[in-house]
DNA sequence: CGTTCATATGCCTTGACAGGAATATGCCCC
DNA sequence: GGGGCATATTCCTGTCAAGGCATATGAACG
């Protein structure tokens, strides 16, 4: 899982694959369009296949890169356990747990060891 | 948003942030249950503050820290986009696609420039 | 088969960052 | 106000990764 994120984090790679979620594309596109040299657009596009992110197809002497479904949905559910943080309903709870921690403090004084 | 994808590359990061989800905690206290230097932790939540995935609260002497939801959210928001890539109507239209692909090669060789 | 095109790999230098140990800051309590 | 905690910061060192350049691999096509 980290690292998915390791390999999100460098700007470059993050603008290939945002590039890729319009569809496939060759090596020599990525690199035209993002204006990167070759070498590494190839290397980038080897981090993000390493850690799943991609998948590659032959299409004669070209490349095809392409964006796998699998690592960004176990990222979706990964954040899915963090919804809680922002849903409403937790927002209430979030502020209520605020004023315990408040009342807590103000009287916590003499009963902490 | 590369900057909070650098942040949870970092694997004993990505486990205090596990670790908060569960709630607030000072910071010996992460330390104690992530098997932590304290001088390690403290560098890490300064990291997680300065991109904005955590927030501090003094009580005391203690510094509490506690996940921020806006990161987070925007973080679930920035996967909705790429929500096609696993949503199995798309699945079939990715398939679709493919052999689409598929022709353009068979008769695309004469056609190509 | 040799040339050309698309891509991959190797080498080098440089900068960023993590861990460890020591030390500084800040707060509480007597 | 001085000692004791909880936390932050500093310095140091080693590691790792990105970019630039040169070069190697590999496929298509005359």
Known sequence: MTETFAAL??????????????????????????????????????????????TVQPRAQERV???????LKEFHDWLERYRQLWDARFAKLD???AELHKKEESNGRRKRK
């Open 9 to 54: 984090a460098e700007p470059n790679r993050f603008r290939i694959v945002e590039l890729l979620r319009s569809g496939p594309h060759a090596v020599n596109d990525i690199g035209k369009r993002l204006r990167l040299n070759q070498p590494q657009v190839s290397k980038h596009l080897r981090v993000l296949k390493r850690v799943g992110l991609v």
């Open 65 to 71: 890169y392409k964006l796998r479904a699998k690592p």
């Open 95 to 97: 502020d209520l747990v």
